[in-house]
């Protein structure tokens, strides 16, 4: 969850409890974290090098193979990899555990999921876990993020309900403890869009400087489309 304002002492009246701890964490500061998980996860074979672009992955899915084509592993020296999350390498290091991860849904997933659920990151494939550009990519990030901070609790919107199957893949090899979720419905502008920033719409913090207060706020949501 977020605030309308930036950090407790901006909010009107100090009247806001959503704020975290301080200083804020920034991933900008914890690269080296992020590369040291990555580096790990090398050394014990679970992840491999990739060459190819999102776009000739796909072209290649779409035909099938032929003699002499390079395999995802394979490409141009001049091209740096990505690094893919290698399920059947985690499902061998994981053994009997494999079957055993899951989490907790306390809301809803875009399919009506809730309750206890078995993890099945086989719906995500072999994941990007380092990218060309951020040297990490957000699976990797987000788990050690998570642990670090002590989260407990994750509350977000269920189009990222399929990503928790691979996070929570990540936390078993990596030992990390797995949050308990909650997905929620996404709120859609009048051409039943998504809100997204960068489609340029209206945050919370737009209504609160524009006047709004949370009741005028709150019943503005209850009457916006949701998917």
């Known amino acids: 969850m977020g605030c309308a304002y930036k950090s407790r002492a901006s909010c009107p009246k100090n009247r806001c409890t959503l704020f975290g701890p301080e200083p804020v964490l920034r991933q900008s ?65 994981l053994g009997a555990k494999w079957d055993r991860l899951g989490f907790v849904e306390t809301g ?56 928790t199957h691979t996070q929570v893949l990540l936390q078993g090899l990596l030992g990390l403890p797995t949050p308990v979720y909650r997905h929620h419905a996404l709120l859609l502008d009048d051409q039943r869009r998504r809100l997204a920033k960068r489609k340029g719409s209206k945050s919370l913090r737009d209504y609160r400087i524009g006047g709004m207060d949370a009741e005028a706020i709150k019943a503005l949501i209850a009457a916006t489309p949701k998917v």
């Open 108 to 163: 809803q997933g875009s399919n009506g999921e809730a309750g206890p659920q078995r993890a099945q990151p086989e719906v995500n494939g072999d994941v990007v876990l380092g990218r060309k550009d951020i040297g990490v990519a957000y699976h990797l990030a987000v788990v050690i993020d998570d642990a670090r901070q002590g989260v407990t609790h994750i509350h977000r919107g269920h189009d990222l309900f399929a990503a």
């Open 29 to 93: 500061d914890h690269l080296a974290d992020y590369e040291a998980a990555l580096e790990s996860l090398r050394a014990r074979g679970l992840v491999y090098a990739c060459y190819k672009t999102r776009k000739e992955l796909a072209q290649a899915a779409q035909g099938a193979p032929q003699e002499g084509d390079a395999v995802a592993e394979n490409g141009p020296a001049e091209r740096e990899p990505s690094w893919r999350l290698s399920l059947a390498a985690a499902r061998e290091a």
